[in-house]
């Protein structure tokens, strides 16, 4: 319930309350005072107009104090309706923005300036996080650079002997792990920051996903890992081409990745309503079911024995996601230990909503 | 071939004149927008790398003041990976070439190299490397006389090797431009598909054509 209909109801019941008691007290006097009279017509009809007289009045007297006190509710609380309305308005870009104060220093004036500080601090942190992840890449590249660039010069020079040439090629092989992180991490950073703008277009999936297939079979074939695509309905999406591709790619990828020799992957592609459903099912050893819920988070890894035996940033699933909610769909992780694993995402289909 | 390195790390700077002397060629290093260009003013350069990033006037602003002041001197831009819009813009402003960083630097002095001599790459519809044939209208493949079934994308990859023979491509540049992914994908996919490639160009046939440069990437070219 609102605040103004409370309070109106709350102001009702004491006029009601108040009305009452002058009513009850001035029959009882007009009473008692036509008690020693006696002319019966008289009393009778004395008693009747004094009735009449508290209902006459008293009820146009209730109707007023309930108009005027929800006008006076009303008015009261208006400073605060402006207030949220302007406070609604605000987001990210506009921090900057003081909220407008009436300056007369009374309790709503003191609650936007609190609010002013608060927001002025907001613009600040989002301010260094846009700051921070636009130098972020360089910064931490640059580093890797330097190293990469120095390593291969020192596997140039001919007086390095063979086991130092190969510790540095597995140095170099490290550093280039961590550029992959490096360029996950960034990807996810600019993210969060509402950085990335997605160049939306109308896009085949089933196109896109007969090129992921084409590459997931090559990639399973020296695993001896089939791979199907038993149902590919086409479809299009409004999406970004290279965010589209990157999600199928990483996804497709932990299926070969995170399966089992023998095993089996079968992506699928079909109408679900409004919705471009993606499937893919893979066998493997999966993840145990109290940690599900947290696949997607950043760095998590199913089973800790994956962390050597399979070579990833950690980061597939986290972007996966990011590049569905982008595109206003749904990414669901279901999995059986040791039988299968399903992926599946649902992206709108039809003309974008703008 | 004289070459103007733009970097403003000075450590990336001092390996990457260091690896171009040792290709022999004359190096000059700016640590800054507003230096190269006054550089540029009193030299000709056969090739000019240089960072986007850079304090004050950023890459991209020299690459194109310089193109305003008609300097056609070939450009290689360096890159954060991923930053497609920089790179778009770079590409549309009259950069030549670009390199990701972190680059590989052997990758680095192929390209510069080649942006040298310019024009250089083979237009041609079929390419030869030694005894490997390549038509790029049919899609396909010989050698020694025998003919090769070639997947659209190990045509591309193809294609893209012989384009460039004896030079190194590192996985991220075949990644970005036989697969056009503006990401790392974190697979092995690159590596998967040149060892199927070799087995079709090179097994039964010597020498062998398609290299691994461990830690870089690939290269074709005729020895060792």
């Known amino acids: ?354 | 071939m004289r070459v103007l390195v733009v970097e403003d790390e000075k450590k990336t700077a001092s390996f990457v004149r260091k690896a171009l002397q040792a290709e022999g060629f004359a190096v000059d290093v700016c640590h800054n927008g507003d230096d190269a260009l006054a550089a540029a003013r009193t030299n000709a350069f056969d090739a000019i790398v240089l960072d986007i990033m850079l304090p004050g006037r950023d890459g991209l602003s020299v690459l194109r003041q310089l193109r305003a002041q008609n300097n056609a001197a070939p450009v290689l831009l360096l890159s954060a990976r991923g930053e497609v819009n920089e790179r778009v813009e770079g590409l549309n402003s009259g950069a030549d070439d670009y390199l990701p960083k972190p680059f590989v630097i052997a990758e680095l002095v192929a390209r510069v190299r080649a942006l040298g001599r310019r024009g250089g790459e083979s237009k041609s519809t079929v390419l030869q490397v030694d005894g490997l044939t390549l038509d790029t209208v049919s899609h396909r493949a010989q050698r020694g006389g025998k003919y090769f079934e070639l997947t659209a994308r190990e045509f591309r990859l193809l294609e893209f090797l012989m384009r460039s023979p004896g030079r190194i491509c590192g996985r991220m540049t075949i990644i970005e431009k036989v697969w056009d992914y503006d990401f790392d994908p974190g697979t092995n996919l690159v590596d998967v598909y040149v060892k199927r490639l070799r087995e079709k160009i090179d097994d039964g046939f010597e020498p062998k054509l398609l290299h691994t440069v461990r830690g870089i990437g690939y290269v074709l070219k005729e020895t060792q």
């Open chain 1, 1 to 354: 319930m609102k605040i103004r209909t409370r309070l109106t109801l709350w102001y009702a019941g004491i006029l009601i309350a108040s009305l009452l008691v002058i009513g009850v007290g001035t029959y009882r006097e007009i009473a008692e005072q036509l008690r020693h009279d006696h002319r019966q017509n008289s009393r009778e009809h004395a008693v009747n107009e004094a009735g009449e007289m508290i209902f006459q009045v008293g009820l146009p007297a209730i109707l007023l104090g309930l108009l005027g006190g929800w006008w006076l509710t009303r008015r009261a609380l208006n400073p605060v309706t402006k207030l949220t309305e302007t406070v609604e308005k605000i987001h990210e870009h506009n921090l900057r923005e003081p909220l407008p104060r009436s300056g007369n220093g009374d309790e709503l004036d003191r609650l936007t300036e609190v609010f002013n500080s608060m927001t002025a601090r907001l613009d600040g942190s989002f301010q260094r996080i846009r700051e921070f992840t636009l130098h972020a890449s360089h910064e931490l590249k640059t580093p890797l650079t330097v190293l990469r660039g120095e390593m291969e010069m020192a596997l140039e020079e001919e007086n390095s002997s063979a086991p130092q040439k190969e510790r540095l090629l597995s140095q170099i092989d490290e550093i280039e792990r961590l550029a992959k992180i490096v360029d996950g991490l960034t990807l996810l950073m600019k993210a969060d920051a509402g950085q990335i703008q997605l160049r939306r277009e109308p896009v085949r999936l089933d196109e896109l996903v007969r090129e992921s297939f084409a590459d997931a079979k090559i990639l399973a074939q020296p695993l001896q890992i089939h791979i199907s695509l038993p149902v590919c309905e086409e479809l299009t999406v409004f999406g970004d081409r290279h965010r589209l591709r990157q999600l199928l790619l990483n996804l497709t990828d932990n299926a070969v990745k995170y399966n089992k020799p023998d095993g089996t992957a079968a992506i699928s592609l079909r109408r679900v309503e409004n919705f471009a459903e993606l499937k893919i099912e893979n066998t493997g050893a999966g993840v145990a079911p109290e940690l599900q819920p947290r696949v997607f988070e950043r760095f998590f890894r199913g089973d800790p024995s994956h962390s050597n035996a399979v070579e990833g940033c950690g980061l597939g699933l986290s972007i996966a996601q990011w590049i569905v909610a982008a595109h206003d769909g749904s990414i669901r992780f279901t999995s059986r230990p040791n039988e299968s694993t399903t992926v599946t995402v649902r992206l709108p289909t039809g003309s974008p909503v703008v």
